[in-house]
């Protein structure tokens, strides 16, 4: 076995002649910059020993001298940016090892057991993925802490969902395979040949990123084509060379809880599901109220567990629950859960970095009063106001927004009311998401080391239709009549969402029928529905 620690197994024999083959494009660059010096050299000493004399060789000596001086200088300016260049650097919540210490104790003893370095630091992220991180360069180091020493091993960064769904020993069988991963980055080939790339995509960023002028501009854009030439020559080896480190590292954790591994990798997908739902359904909402569920991964298992009652294939999964699970390896895993929370509404949503009179936490008992309801009545109003610059008149009965309003301007009109009424909502909610952006005014208000890029760095869904938007305009102002005249109350469906409840019972039959109201005109199967529940279509409802 190697030193390394990734032994002599066929993945790590590929990836160090992969990394080799990167060093070599770079070894392929220093020889092209350094030929004309080295041109330069030859008719110089031709011209000090006499062999090489005469006006056109002393000519040639100046011209040829001039351009490698040129061809110099720009190399180093190059090699400079490539070398100085941050590598982004992916959003994490921090995890001391005072936090932590159960969590780090386990994957030391990984560790361990794999023969391998342990991480120098464990990361959270939000999201259903776990992997290695280089966090060496000088760029990357926290302000006060001591500098990071390149033979540094990379720090763990974890999916916070799992360690609130996976059980202590699944998620130690499901980290195997990412800790093994630190033997081959000790590999002094592989990990000069990752900095070359990592330095190589940052410098392609730099060239990207706009100037202090025209002359400035030029410079990066040069730099940054000259960073993607070389970049473009080598990514196949790069490519090829992690394939060799993934299949060496699965190659050396095989021996490590492979049978519960697999039992483990259904938990991946099965949390993965319900995360989605969980942000896309839950937590979007709350986001564009300005409130941010501050227990989204304590609110993935609720998901989780519901899914599993519903859904065949997951059946059995929640018998699991009964051990201890791995967020008990962390101290306070509140204040770990709602760190989690905030960087996820930022990296989904652009929410602010900190909390503010208009971005604030919410619990999930406070959900469907602070968020459900507020979020119905805030869609009617706005649904009215429309109705009011489209100058529609008010229905016959009493005085106040009504649901009879919407549903007579609606019903029998043709497509094209439908359309007014979508078009106006749109440019509503344009104006308020607008005026309601986020602003990064200071450092502290941007990403670690992804610089001023706009926020949010991955949406959850595409901008939404205006038929979609006047369809959930159209559901808020029948969920308000619901609440205000049949009794009925805000509820949370920890897969679907804001939902109507009706004596304790979810409604799932209403979008159908406001469906068959705002694509057709068609309000009668919706006020079957209302007769039928008791909801008063003609009483005014509260709005925000």
Excluded: N
């Excluded at 802490?145 to 130690?172: D, K, Q, Y």
């Excluded at 991964?297 to 567990?305: E, H, K, N, P, R």
Aim: glycine content about 8%; some cysteine.
């Amino acid at each position: 076995m190697s030193g390394t620690g990734i032994g002599e197994s066929i993945g790590a024999q590929a990836a160090r002649s992969r990394a080799l083959a990167v060093l070599r494009t770079r070894g392929k660059a220093l020889a092209v910059a350094l030929l004309p010096a080295a041109v330069a050299v030859v008719l110089f000493a031709g011209g000090v020993s006499g062999r090489m004399s005469g006006e056109a060789w002393t000519a040639a000596r100046w011209a040829v001298g001039i351009f490698a001086a040129v061809v110099l200088v720009v190399a180093a300016v190059v090699a400079a940016v490539i070398v100085r260049a941050s590598p982004a650097l992916s959003p994490t919540v921090e995890l001391s090892e005072r936090a932590a210490p159960d969590l780090y104790r386990l994957v030391r003893d990984l560790a361990d057991r794999l023969d391998v370095p342990a991480p120098s630091a464990l990361a959270l992220t939000p999201d259903c993925d776990s992997w290695l991180e280089d966090r060496t360069h000088p760029a990357h180091a926290i302000s006060g802490a001591r500098r990071r020493r390149t033979t540094e091993a990379p720090v763990l960064v974890i999916g916070s969902p799992f360690l609130w769904w996976m059980r202590v020993a699944e998620l130690r069988a499901l980290l195997a395979p990412v800790v093994a991963g630190t033997g081959p980055s000790a590999q002094p080939d592989i990990a000069a040949a990752r900095r070359f790339v990592r330095g190589l995509d940052a410098a392609v960023a730099v060239g990207a990123s706009p100037g202090r002028g025209a002359m400035h501009t030029a410079a990066l854009g040069f730099v940054g084509r000259v960073a993607r030439l070389m970049l473009h020559s080598c990514q196949t080896h790069a490519a090829e060379m992690e394939r060799g480190v993934a299949v060496a590292a699965s190659e050396r954790a095989q021996a490590v809880d492979y049978g519960l591994r697999i039992v483990a990798q259904e938990q991946v997908g099965l949390a993965y599901a319900g995360w989605d739902r969980l942000l896309t359904r839950v937590a979007l909402p709350a986001w564009r109220m300005g409130r941010w569920p501050a227990r989204l991964d304590a609110g993935v298992v609720s998901a989780l567990t519901e899914l599993s009652r519903r859904d065949r294939l997951a059946e059995g999964f929640t018998s699991r629950l009964g051990e201890r699970p791995a967020c008990d390896l962390l101290e306070e895993p509140g204040a770990i859960d709602e760190a989690a929370s905030l960087l996820a509404a930022r990296l989904f949503h652009g929410g602010p970095a900190k909390t503010s009179p208009d971005w604030s936490p919410v619990d999930w008992q406070q959900y469907p009063e602070e968020v459900v309801d507020r979020k119905w009545r805030t869609e009617a109003a706005r649904l009215h106001r429309v109705l009011d610059e489209l100058g529609v008149p008010q229905s016959t009965g009493p005085d106040g927004p009504t649901l009879d309003r919407v549903m007579e301007h609606l019903s029998g009109r043709g497509t094209d009311t439908g359309d007014h009424l979508a078009a106006g909502i749109t440019a509503h909610v344009a104006r308020e998401e607008e005026a309601a952006l986020p602003v990064a005014k200071s450092p502290g208000d941007t990403l670690a080391g992804w610089a001023a890029d706009p926020l949010p760095l991955f949406p959850l869904q595409p901008p939404r239709t205006g038929r979609e938007l006047l369809a959930d305009h159209v559901t808020a102002m029948v969920c308000c009549a619901a609440v205000d005249t049949a009794g009925a109350a805000p509820g949370l469906d920890w897969l679907d969402g804001p939902a109507l409840l009706i004596r304790g019972e979810r409604c799932g039959d209403l979008a159908t029928r406001v469906l068959s109201l705002t694509e057709d005109g068609d309000a009668a199967p919706l006020r079957t529905w209302l007769r039928t529940l008791g909801v008063r279509p003609e009483k005014p409802v509260r709005l925000v």
